[in-house]
Structure formats: C-alpha cells, structure tokens
C-alpha cells in the first residue's frame, strides 16, 4: 500500500515538473528571441549572435 502511495508521488512529481517546464519554454518562446537572450545587454540590437549563425534584423524604417 506504501508503495503505491509512493510511485503516485513520483509520477505526480515527474508530470509536474515537465509541465512546469513546458510551461516556461512557451512562455520564453512567446517573447521571441532577443528578449530571452542571454546576451541581450550587450547586444548592439543589429545583429544577434545565436550559436554559430547570424541573423541580421531589419531596421524600423525599411519595408
């Protein structure tokens, strides 16, 4: 009987948690990436250096 107690805390525990965590990556995922960037307070905010690609972001001004 404590063994069944036990292995529903567990599943409890492990679904939570991936939830919580599914939860945060589509939050992060909403805001875009320069605002999750780790980086982003010294980001000159013309360029964004994720991993080893660049992405150039266009400027307000052109269509």
């Known amino acids: 009987m404590v063994t069944l107690f036990v292995n529903i805390g567990l599943g409890i525990a492990i679904f939570g948690y991936t939830a919580w965590q599914l939860r ?16 982003k307070d010294g980001c000159n905010g013309k360029t964004c250096m994720i991993g080893l690609t660049t ?9």
């Open 24 to 39: 945060q990556f589509f939050q992060k995922r909403k805001k875009g990436a320069c605002e999750t960037c780790m980086l």
């Open 55 to 63: 992405i150039q972001k266009k400027s307000p001004s052109s269509s």
